[in-house]
């Protein structure tokens, strides 16, 4: 990168070049715009069609964030969940597979929590019947407008449909009792969506408005992150006096520097430079840094905030003590049938319906509520 510096004195400019520095910018934060592929069907989800990747990547790398959602699976799934048996299934079984209404419901809360919605893949029988149901990963789901057909790849990434698996929306059985033999055996395996909002397509996860605080906490790791092991970078600068190379030369110069002396073995190395005299000798300057400690540490602290108000939970519920004081045992009574009331029924109940929906009755899944070590008797169905 070149720039213009200006001599006050003599009003003259002189060029000074300075090699480009990487540095995190807004634009890497993918957005969950909607796209209609031309010709595909589907709408793309996200810049590139890879917003539940990055939002799943957020998960894996905030711990503030995992701390949440892993803290609401739990809440959601309770103490207990019972279920009417499914087809042929064995009580408490879902499906030819073996997964158990626990681990169901598990994976449909964490879906809802990451993501703002989940979907359930719906199996019938010869006759109709509702055989089995599965948990499909919103992840590699995509959907028309209309969401009224469904598209299943793990391969979204790689630019296109490719091998996708193409599924009709789920109808109940009245409507499926309507339809010809054809229809009924596309139907044969359908995909129920639920979302939060619908408002678009896709869904969006609650802490959708807090996605720059999870930025700043995830970047606040990398750099110190980097500090310890590139002790190099940041520390001092190299000056070479010689003459201005080409980009190319520049970037082959800078990466054997990276290479040799990074990382945390190379502390307290001794650089030797030769040249060919004293005017065109490498200057090494150690800059004197401030001190960011306090700054990162306040900074840290507000994004955690961020997140936590995103989806409207007391840190104290998930083992994360605010302003270093304690929690007494009648304060965590007290915020959690708040948020039990507020953030954690009201997933249950979506989930219950869902169930309801597919299975055509009421009440056909009870969730028993998370008990903070008590009995609590009345459960959500």
């Not at 109709?128 to 990434?157: H, P, Q």
Request: with cysteine; net charge negative; proline share 4%.
């Amino acid at each position: 990168m070149n720039n213009m510096n200006r001599n006050n004195k003599s009003g003259t400019f002189t060029r000074v070049s300075f090699a480009a520095l990487d540095k995190w910018i807004e634009d890497n934060i993918i957005l969950p715009v909607e796209k209609v592929i031309p010709g595909k069907g589907y709408v793309q989800w996200g810049e590139r069609n890879r917003y539940p990747d990055y939002i799943y990547t957020l998960y894996g790398e905030v711990p503030t964030l995992q701390s949440i959602i892993d803290g609401n699976i739990d809440y959601i799934a309770g103490d207990n969940i019972t279920i009417l048996r499914v087809g042929d299934n064995p009580e408490g079984i879902m499906n030819a597979a073996g997964d158990t209404v626990e681990e169901q419901v598990r994976d449909i809360a964490g879906d809802y929590e990451l993501f703002g919605g989940f979907a359930l893949q719906v199996i019938r029988n010869m006759g109709g019947g509702i055989a089995g149901i599965s948990y499909i990963d919103m992840r590699y789901l995509r959907t028309n407008e209309e969401c009224t057909v469904f598209w299943y790849s793990e391969e979204w990434n790689k630019g296109g449909v490719g091998k996708a698996i193409r599924y009709p929306a789920f109808i109940p059985d009245l409507e499926w009792a309507a339809l010809d033999e054809k229809a009924r055996t596309e139907h044969a395996s359908s995909i129920l969506l639920v979302k939060r909002i619908h408002r678009q397509t896709y869904p969006r996860p609650l802490f959708a408005s807090a996605i720059k605080a999870c930025e700043i906490e995830r970047c606040i790791d990398t750099y110190h992150l980097n500090a310890i092991n590139n002790g190099f970078y940041g520390s001092m600068v190299v000056n070479f006096n010689n003459g201005l190379p080409e980009d190319r030369i520049k970037e082959e110069i800078e990466k054997d520097f990276n290479d040799k002396f990074a990382g945390q073995e190379n502390a307290g190395r001794i650089m030797f430079s030769w040249n060919r005299n004293r005017e065109s000798r490498t200057e090494l300057i150690t800059p004197q840094i401030q001190d960011y400690g306090e700054r990162y540490n306040s900074l840290a602290t507000r994004a955690r905030q961020q997140i936590f108000t995103s989806f409207r939970a007391n840190p104290n519920l998930f083992g994360i003590p605010t302003d270093n004081k304690g929690f007494s045992n009648e304060e965590y009574v007290e915020s959690f049938k708040l948020y039990n009331r507020t953030q954690i029924r009201p997933v249950q109940k979506m989930i219950c319906d869902a169930y309801d929906k597919i299975l055509g009755g009421k009440g056909v899944m009870t969730i028993t509520p998370f008990s903070l070590g008590q009995t609590e008797s009345n459960g959500v169905g």
